[in-house]
């Protein structure tokens, strides 16, 4: 047999090699932080709950979720250990330091003016309501009239066309008369 044969095979397995070693990898690692956690530290559920970690044995760890209130959790529902800092950010809502150099967006437009000065306005407001709508279809009508004369000798002129031209029903829809 040739190796070209073989090649597609040889590839297929190694691809499913390096895919295994990478999932064996993230297992460990997960295994590793949980097996590191300890009393005290902040973590975050697969479920997403945050909680401090208050006891930690072989398979499971006591999570205080609530001031006063604990609830036993099997290691593998840890889904990350958190450190301080993070942990108080996303659950104490801890402002981080402001010496990033992103800017602070505005909640509201409300900080964009002076202060006491009003939101300049310098078009008058616009009224969408219809206005004079009796005066414009009495000036209309006669547009209107002459319009409707066009279209109907047009549809005259048109009529044989758009029967030649109008699709055939197959469909069964076809008009029974």
């Known amino acids: 047999m040739d190796i070209v044969t073989f090649l597609p095979f040889i590839v297929l397995i190694g691809a499913m090699f390096l895919m295994t070693r990478s999932a064996k990898k993230k297992q460990q690692a997960a295994a590793k932080m949980r ?7 902040g973590v975050r559920t697969i479920g997403g709950m945050y909680a401090v970690v208050k006891e930690v044995t072989d398979d499971t760890a006591t999570l ?11 290691k593998n529902a840890i889904g990350a250990v958190l450190d301080d800092e993070e942990y108080n950010r996303i ?3 801890a402002e981080q330091d402001l010496k ?19 939101a300049a306005s310098d078009d008058a407001p616009v ?9 414009e279809k009495g000036a209309g009508a006669e547009k209107d009239a002459d319009a409707e004369k066009a279209v109907e000798a047009d549809a005259d002129e048109d009529a044989p066309k758009k029967a030649e031209d109008a699709p055939k029903k197959t469909d069964g829809e076809a008009d029974a008369k």
């Open 64 to 74: 205080e979720v609530a001031p006063g209130v604990h609830a036993i959790y099997a």
């Open 127 to 135: 009224d969408l309501g219809k206005k004079d709508a009796d005066a």
């Open 91 to 93: 659950v104490h809502g």
């Open 35 to 41: 097996t590191e956690m300890q009393p005290g530290t």
């Open 100 to 118: 990033s150099d992103t800017p602070v967006v505005p909640d509201d437009a409300s900080s964009l003016t002076q202060d006491g000065e009003p």
